[in-house]
């Protein structure tokens, strides 16, 4: 079942880190399409991966998924 989801990022500052962002999730199993917004620190997700594989991803480019 695919569902949106919306991520709260700490670490982007310009459209570099929101494209560093949509390549890491992109290659997440199960997502569909992913934007990034450095100004409103979000990534959303569409798809049906999983939160821990999306929020590793995110960690692993050098970003954090803040509280």
């Known amino acids: ?3 949106m989801v919306q991520l709260a ?7 570099g ?3 560093n962002v949509v390549d890491a999730l ?6 569909e ?8 620190n ?3 997700v569409d798809g049906d991966a999983d939160l821990s594989a ?3 991803a995110i ?5 954090e998924v803040a509280e």
């Open 54 to 56: 999306l929020e590793a």
């Open 33 to 40: 399409s992913v934007s990034a917004d450095h100004e409103a």
């Open 42 to 44: 979000t990534a959303t």
């Open 1 to 3: 079942m695919e569902r």
């Open 17 to 19: 880190c929101e494209e």
């Open 9 to 15: 990022i700490s670490g982007m500052s310009c459209t």
């Open 26 to 31: 992109s290659d997440v199993p199960g997502v």
């Open 59 to 63: 960690e692993d480019s050098a970003y």
